[in-house]
């Protein structure tokens, strides 16, 4: 089956440790995507690429690096630099990021608690 | 610059009730797109529909039925006959077309037996 696959679901760290979260998609998706959720909040974009080795910044990308190596393939890592990385990480996909014309598909997220 | 408002934030039904969730944006563009996501408590989103800003047909989809209107900028979600599986956090969003969504902060559904 197609889909995103984020490992893993549960993700314990310790404050001043840089941590990675993967997000792999067998989709054949160009655009991939990274969002941060807090509770009681919306969806916030951290970094997207629309191509291989080719990213921006989203709205809250302070703390956080992306990379793109692979077209399956967008790990993120949250950096000691981010100062409340505890939150619930959702990656997503889409066919292409023509602004719309194409719907995100999300994976199952990981959720990220530093102590 | 682009906002979603999801002015309900929890809303409590029982069973077989209908429900409206409401979403409102704010754009200068005229092309754009307006989404519909669930999330249920397992934390995956998952989509339901897609609309752009040149189609104000309704959309209906067995229970859930959709109503768009330009007018007061509004892209509302109904379910019909409510069900505990429809308990979920759902999100609407919106996409002007530089590939970024921006998304409300969610209505929590809760649908009891």
């Known amino acids: 089956d197609g889909g995103i696959t984020q490992s893993p679901k549960y993700l314990f760290r310790k404050e001043g440790q840089n941590v990675t979260l993967s997000c792999e998609q067998n989709?054949?998706?160009?655009?991939m995507y990274w969002y941060r959720q807090d509770p009681g909040q919306g969806l916030r974009l951290i970094y997207y690429?629309?191509?291989?080795?080719?990213?921006q910044k989203g709205d809250i990308a302070e703390g956080y690096s992306v990379s793109r190596e692979k077209k399956e393939s967008f790990p993120l890592t949250v950096t000691s630099a981010q100062k409340n990385p505890t939150a619930f990480y959702l990656c997503?996909?889409?066919?292409?990021?023509?602004?719309?014309?194409?719907?995100?598909?999300f994976g199952p997220g990981t959720r990220l608690t530093v102590t | 610059a682009q906002k979603v408002t999801q002015a309900q934030t929890e809303i409590s039904v029982v069973e077989k009730e209908d429900v409206t969730l409401d979403c409102v944006y704010e754009?200068?563009?005229?092309?754009?797109?307006l989404f519909w996501y669930k999330q249920p408590p397992s934390g995956e989103l998952v989509f339901l529909i897609r609309?752009?800003?040149?189609?104000?047909q309704n959309e209906i989809s067995g229970r859930y039925s959709w109503n768009f209107q330009k007018s007061t900028s509004s892209f509302n979600f109904t379910i019909t006959a409510s069900q505990v599986v429809d308990s979920a956090v759902y999100f609407c969003?919106?996409?002007?077309?530089?590939?970024?969504?921006?998304f409300g902060k969610g209505t929590m559904l809760l649908v009891s037996p």
């Open positions: 997503a996909s889409s066919a292409e990021s023509t602004g719309g014309r194409y719907e995100q598909y």
């Open positions: 989709l054949n998706h160009d655009a």
């Open positions: 690429s629309q191509i291989v080795n080719d990213f």
């Open positions: 754009t200068r563009d005229t092309t754009y797109y």
């Open positions: 609309r752009n800003s040149f189609d104000e």
């Open positions: 969003a919106f996409d002007s077309g530089y590939s970024t969504l921006t």
